[in-house]
């Protein structure tokens, strides 16, 4: 029973919720002598595994620290270059921190807003008339479960592939944010919603889900 | 559906509040804008803004689906009655083409405990109703107007809210919902 995560996209396409729910952190910290066999490269502002998976490290894992110092983009947070500090013999032996990579919330909107032609295609590449868009996406590490409501708002849970009876949890979903985010006075409609009462109550229902499953929702 | 209404059960209150909190924000209105025209206009847009909001919650406690014919928003709109007033008004007076009727409430708590005075005979007091049907059937992509006919703060016997259907907003359906 894992749930990865709740996304609530508007009726004009922008993200207006996420929640990340369960997604494991994964973390390797290992010590490496000269040369680093390990091929890394540098893209979208991260330092990335390229090619050599060994002992939990993965191809696309990123670079989390180096000697426990930080590092962003691809510098370390004492202002020293990533690839000038590995090139660098004297260094070594180096203690290299690496991790699967996180979504910043500027990827997670540019993503939302992505899905969203993405269903509009779906439901119009349709053989039959008057399709409905996508409702399940199905990958082999997880699976994608839309609910869209009549008028327009999306409910998207990304749950293990496994997990069945997500569209009752999609519906208590959007009760949940008829409830707390519409009656709230002080939101405003198709914007983020920046509720207390609606995370407090989303995030209960997602652990009743996951300690005693989805028919007590 | 049945979890779902007992659930509504339990946030049930008694409707005389409502009717005391409505009256004193009517009668607060009429204080500050004078004109009952001006108010008449402000209920209505806070009809619509509550409308707006109402019918997410209306759709995700019924877990209705969409409308194909007025009869059916009619059946609709007339168990939202039932849920958010407490009251279940009559459908009638369909108009020969089908896209008008009205609602005919014999008893409406709103006005429970009010009598209009005279020099505000032009105050529709109801009209928070009137919006909040044009604002929720919006939503839905429907574009209808809502106006009272008959009053029972005007001596008619009973209230009458008519509806009337003019077009479907086709660039509004969200894609996939057509």
């Known amino acids: ?217 | 559906m049945s979890r779902a209404s007992t659930r509504f059960d339990t946030k049930k209150v008694n409707s005389e509040l409502v009717t005391l909190t409505y009256g004193s924000l009517v009668a607060q209105m009429v204080k500050d804008l004078e004109n009952p025209e001006d108010v008449n206009k402000q209920l209505e847009r806070l009809g619509y803004n509550m409308g707006i909001r109402l019918v997410e919650d209306f759709l995700a406690k019924t877990g209705t689906g969409r409308c194909l014919d007025l009869k059916d928003t009619a059946d609709k709109i007339q168990s939202a009655f039932r849920m958010y007033l407490g009251v279940q008004p009559n459908v009638s007076n369909w108009s020969p083409a089908g896209d008008e009727f009205s609602f005919l409430l014999d008893s409406n708590p709103l006005t429970d405990l009010v009598e209009l005075p005279d020099d505000l005979k032009s105050l529709r007091y109801c009209n928070i109703i009137c919006g909040a049907v044009r604002g929720a059937l919006e939503m839905v992509q429907l574009d209808v107007q809502s106006w009272i006919v008959q009053d029972q703060l005007k001596g008619d016997s009973n209230t009458e809210i008519r509806v009337k259907f003019i077009r479907k907003l086709e660039d509004a359906i969200p894609a996939g919902e057509e």
């Open chain 1, 1 to 217: 029973m894992v749930i990865y995560g709740v996304y609530i996209v508007s009726k004009s396409g922008g993200l207006i919720f996420n929640y990340d729910h369960n997604i494991p952190k994964i973390e390797t910290e290992k010590t490496f002598s000269y040369p680093l066999d390990i091929k890394l490269q540098y893209e979208n502002k991260k330092v990335v595994v390229e090619f050599g998976q060994r002992d939990g490290i993965h191809v696309g894992h990123m670079l989390y620290a180096i000697n426990g110092i930080p590092v962003t983009g691809r510098q370390l947070d004492d202002g020293r270059d990533v690839f000038e500090v590995l090139d660098n013999k004297d260094n070594y032996p180096i203690n290299i921190k690496f991790g699967r990579p996180k979504m910043t919330t500027n990827e997670k909107i540019f993503l939302a807003s992505m899905f969203y032609p993405l269903f509009a295609i779906a439901s119009q590449l349709s053989p039959e008339p008057k399709s409905s868009g996508i409702e399940v996406l199905e990958a082999d590490t997880f699976k994608l479960h839309c609910f869209q409501t009549l008028t327009g708002v999306k409910m998207m849970v990304v749950a293990e592939p496994t997990q069945a009876g997500i569209d009752i949890l999609l519906r208590r979903i959007y009760e949940i944010y008829a409830d707390y985010a519409l009656k709230n006075p002080f939101y405003s409609l198709e914007m983020p919603i920046r509720c207390e009462l609606f995370d407090i109550n989303l995030k209960t229902v997602l652990e009743q889900v996951e300690k005693s499953g989805i028919s007590n929702v």
